[in-house]
């Protein structure tokens, strides 16, 4: 430019730092910055805003601030660049920073809806939704009024704290406020409902917004369908598949898993293979976890034969079976007592490469245990550990129950004690394994009394089969009358009848 006799102005440098910021290079747009200062090009509020953005956008927090610091001595700032600073802010989680300028703006200039929306947002995200609320009474009090956008943060923000009565109420008031709700605020209060098991609520408010012209989509159908299946309303969840094409609307993989998945909890294992043959006749190409439902869907109905050759087909088809498939399984084969079959399907799922995990382990251990295996689960436990992986309280349990079964008492306490070694804390349902493998012995007062009270200790609260071990146990001690009645006190002092 300069050899042609033009020399640049303060918009040439502006779309140069504009460009080199949304090319995520803000180096280069504040070396670039800093030459037109250099050669006295005086930069505007549009530049400082346009760099300001570019350094909080990539992470350049402490440059960007000193920056800011620059444009309040220079009394070069607007509301957009307070905006622009409170999003930075607010992106990197430093909401307390953010509020604090939100306080000092008053002396500088007013903060706007954009302005309140943010600060709203961050406070959501930071799980602040009570003083979210406060900002917007605050906001209203000063006369400037949420928008479509401000309003669906707090739903959002309070249907994620579960308080969907509260973000209800906001939707009314968004209403009598001439606000128009939009796609993503509907869709944001219908899955606070559906999360809370209020279905029916939901269902209602869906008719409520097709009333006022705001067309599902499939995020809408999707959480629906989602949250009917999950109270058990499998049917109701077809019905709103079939409603979702009848108008026209194109249901995705997610729909068909949650819908495939939600048949085979309700044991309609054979529905959820039709539903997949429509959906692959559709163009859907399902996902392992299609799969994993189908083969827990066959394996739930003691088909574990279909299940294993799904399996098969699943590989053929190119499609990696992943440790949850594997699991789902490997849990069928052991829960019919088929422990070598499971065991072999275990050695297939880690030579190709699959590692097992702590479920998959806890699985093979509770079978053996049950199939009386109990050395082999010891030597399974050995090797989980060599593995990486940690026992869970789950696997300990089982193990524990499978050494009680076996009146192998003493290996179970040792158990135990390796369990709390391994900051694994033993729950309400070790000790109760504990109690009654050392009541089934006999061995009420020297121990299972002490295995009580150390539950007691530890802060782990009996439940009522703890108390209907020990009250059979005693019931069977003769010289242990005092005791006894002991126990029942302890029990109404927990609220127990």
Same mark, same amino acid.
């Given at each position: 430019?300069?050899?042609?006799?033009? %020399?640049?102005?303060?918009?040439?440098?502006?779309?140069?730092?504009?460009?080199?910021?949304?090319?995520?290079?803000?180096?280069?747009?504040?070396?670039?910055?800093?030459?037109?200062?250099?050669?006295? &090009?005086?930069?505007?509020?549009?530049?400082?805003?346009?760099?300001?953005?570019?350094?909080?956008?990539?992470?350049?927090? =402490?440059?960007?601030?000193?920056?800011?610091?620059?444009?309040?001595?220079?009394?070069?700032?607007?509301?957009?660049?307070?905006?622009?600073?409170?999003?930075?802010?607010?992106?990197?989680?430093?909401?307390?920073?953010?509020?604090?300028?939100?306080?000092?703006?008053?002396?500088?200039?007013?903060?706007?809806?954009?302005?309140?929306?943010?600060?709203?947002?961050?406070? +959501?995200?930071?799980?602040?939704?009570?003083?979210?609320? %406060?900002?917007?009474?605050?906001?209203? @009090?000063?006369?400037?009024?949420?928008?479509?956008?401000?309003?669906?943060?707090?739903?959002?923000?309070?249907?994620?704290?579960?308080?969907?009565?509260?973000?209800?109420?906001?939707?009314?008031?968004?209403?009598?406020?001439?606000?128009?709700?939009?796609?993503?605020?509907?869709?944001?209060?219908?899955?606070?409902?559906?999360?809370?098991?209020?279905?029916?609520?939901?269902?209602?408010? *869906?008719?409520?917004?097709?009333?006022?012209?705001?067309?599902?989509?499939?995020?809408?159908?999707?959480?629906?369908?989602?949250?009917? +299946?999950?109270?058990?309303?499998?049917?109701?969840?077809?019905?709103?598949?079939?409603?979702?094409?009848?108008?026209?609307?194109?249901?995705?993989?997610?729909?068909?898993? *949650?819908?495939?998945?939600?048949?085979?909890?309700?044991?309609?294992?054979?529905?959820?293979?039709?539903?997949?043959?429509?959906?692959?006749?559709?163009?859907?190409?399902?996902?392992?976890?299609?799969?994993?439902?189908?083969?827990?869907?066959?394996?739930?109905?003691?088909?574990?034969?279909?299940?294993?050759?799904?399996?098969?087909?699943?590989?053929?088809?190119?499609?990696?079976?992943?440790?949850?498939?594997?699991?789902?399984?490997?849990?069928?084969? +052991?829960?019919?007592?088929?422990?070598?079959?499971?065991?072999?399907?275990?050695?297939?799922?880690?030579?190709?490469?699959?590692?097992?995990?702590?479920?998959?382990?806890?699985?093979?251990?509770?079978?053996? &245990?049950? @199939?009386?295996?109990?050395?082999?689960?010891?030597?399974?436990?050995?090797?989980?550990?060599?593995?990486?992986?940690?026992?869970?309280?789950?696997?300990?349990?089982?193990?524990?129950?499978?050494?009680?079964?076996?009146?192998?008492?003493?290996?179970?306490?040792?158990?135990?004690?390796?369990?709390?070694?391994?900051?694994?804390?033993?729950?309400?349902?070790?000790?109760?394994?504990?109690?009654?493998?050392?009541?089934?012995?006999?061995?009420?007062?020297?121990?299972?009394?002490?295995?009580?009270? =150390?539950?007691?200790?530890?802060?782990?609260?009996?439940?009522?089969?703890?108390?209907?071990?020990?009250? %059979?146990?005693?019931?069977?001690?003769?010289?242990?009358?005092?005791?006894?009645?002991?126990?029942?006190?302890?029990?109404?002092?927990?609220?127990?009848?």
């Amino acid at each position: 430019m300069r050899d042609h006799g033009c %020399e640049p102005n303060v918009v040439t440098y502006n779309s140069l730092i504009d460009g080199l910021c949304k090319n995520n290079e803000p180096d280069r747009a504040q070396e670039l910055f800093e030459h037109m200062k250099s050669v006295e &090009c005086s930069p505007s509020m549009v530049t400082y805003n346009t760099l300001l953005d570019g350094l909080f956008r990539t992470g350049k927090l =402490e440059r960007a601030m000193a920056l800011f610091q620059e444009m309040l001595d220079r009394r070069s700032h607007d509301v957009i660049s307070f905006n622009i600073l409170v999003t930075g802010l607010c992106r990197a989680g430093k909401i307390e920073t953010a509020l604090e300028f939100f306080r000092k703006m008053d002396d500088r200039c007013s903060p706007n809806v954009i302005t309140y929306s943010v600060l709203i947002d961050g406070l +959501c995200k930071a799980n602040r939704v009570s003083q979210a609320v %406060e900002l917007l009474e605050s906001m209203k @009090a000063r006369g400037c009024s949420p928008d479509v956008i401000t309003y669906t943060i707090l739903v959002d923000g309070l249907c994620k704290e579960s308080k969907v009565a509260a973000a209800w109420e906001v939707l009314r008031e968004m209403l009598d406020a001439g606000c128009v709700p939009n796609l993503v605020t509907y869709n944001s209060l219908l899955h606070g409902l559906c999360r809370a098991r209020r279905v029916s609520d939901a269902l209602a408010l *869906m008719r409520d917004m097709t009333c006022r012209g705001c067309t599902p989509n499939v995020v809408t159908y999707g959480t629906l369908i989602d949250g009917l +299946c999950k109270v058990g309303r499998v049917k109701d969840a077809c019905a709103m598949l079939a409603d979702m094409i009848d108008k026209g609307g194109t249901p995705d993989l997610m729909i068909y898993n *949650m819908l495939i998945n939600g048949l085979c909890k309700a044991d309609q294992v054979d529905e959820s293979i039709a539903l997949l043959r429509r959906a692959v006749s559709g163009g859907i190409k399902p996902d392992v976890v299609t799969y994993s439902s189908v083969i827990y869907g066959l394996c739930r109905s003691n088909r574990l034969d279909e299940a294993c050759r799904l399996l098969l087909y699943v590989k053929s088809r190119g499609c990696p079976p992943d440790v949850i498939l594997y699991s789902t399984l490997i849990d069928g084969l +052991c829960k019919a007592g088929k422990v070598d079959e499971a065991f072999d399907l275990y050695e297939v799922m880690t030579g190709d490469g699959c590692d097992a995990d702590v479920v998959t382990y806890s699985t093979l251990i509770d079978g053996l &245990c049950k @199939a009386g295996r109990v050395d082999e689960a010891h030597l399974l436990l050995a090797r989980m550990v060599r593995m990486g992986t940690p026992p869970s309280t789950m696997t300990y349990n089982s193990l524990i129950k499978g050494l009680c079964d076996l009146n192998h008492l003493d290996e179970a306490i040792e158990l135990v004690e390796e369990m709390e070694r391994s900051n694994c804390a033993p729950s309400a349902v070790t000790y109760n394994i504990l109690i009654h493998g050392m009541c089934r012995m006999e061995r009420v007062d020297s121990a299972a009394l002490d295995y009580f009270q =150390e539950m007691i200790d530890n802060g782990v609260i009996p439940d009522h089969i703890t108390y209907s071990i020990l009250l %059979e146990g005693l019931k069977k001690s003769k010289d242990l009358h005092e005791l006894r009645h002991l126990v029942l006190d302890q029990m109404v002092q927990l609220g127990y009848r």
